[in-house]
């Protein structure tokens, strides 16, 4: 293998699984999109409580519902229907979509860039996961970004 030949395993040091590993994301992160979040009026469900515990550590949310067509706001900040439509840089996407409902978002993900895509508890999705890490892309996949919060 030449020096301009990249190696074909190197896309996997972007498949974050290690404490240290997360910890040093989160270090990093300040702009955080919720795919898949839900609204007030479902704030015991974890795609609610969680980015809203991690508003209130300190982090930018940007939220990108799923449904809810006619919310304009959600934790008081604008609503965006695609990850790709949020103005500015985005550090973080944390995914909130079941593994399987997963890959009909990977495109608009890769299209806006960001420096890392997590996908909460009971989430994995591998094929996913590959496609973001070869791009460059963190992953965290099947942890709760609020659990990994708090140990900080």
Not at 11 to 33: C, M, P, T
Not at 34 to 61: D, N, R
Not at 86 to 108: A, K, T, Y
């Amino acid at each position: 293998m030449t020096s301009t030949q990249a190696d074909p395993t190197d896309w996997r040091r972007h498949l974050l699984e290690s404490g240290d590993q997360i910890r040093d994301l989160l270090y990093r992160v300040k702009r955080v999109a919720v795919l898949g979040i839900k609204t007030e009026a479902q704030s015991f469900q974890p795609a609610y409580y969680v980015p809203e515990y991690v508003q209130s550590a300190g982090y930018e949310i940007v939220p990108v519902p799923v449904y809810y067509p006619d919310v304009i706001t959600i934790l008081g900040e604008p609503v965006y229907r695609r990850v790709a439509d949020i103005p500015g840089d985005v550090d973080l996407v944390n995914v909130f979509r079941r593994s399987q409902d997963v890959p009909p978002h990977v495109d608009d993900i890769l299209a806006k860039k960001p420096k890392a895509v997590w996908m909460q508890s009971g989430i994995r999705n591998e094929e996913a996961a590959e496609r973001f890490a070869r791009a460059g892309i963190d992953v965290v996949q099947d942890r709760c970004l609020m659990v990994e919060v708090r140990r900080l």
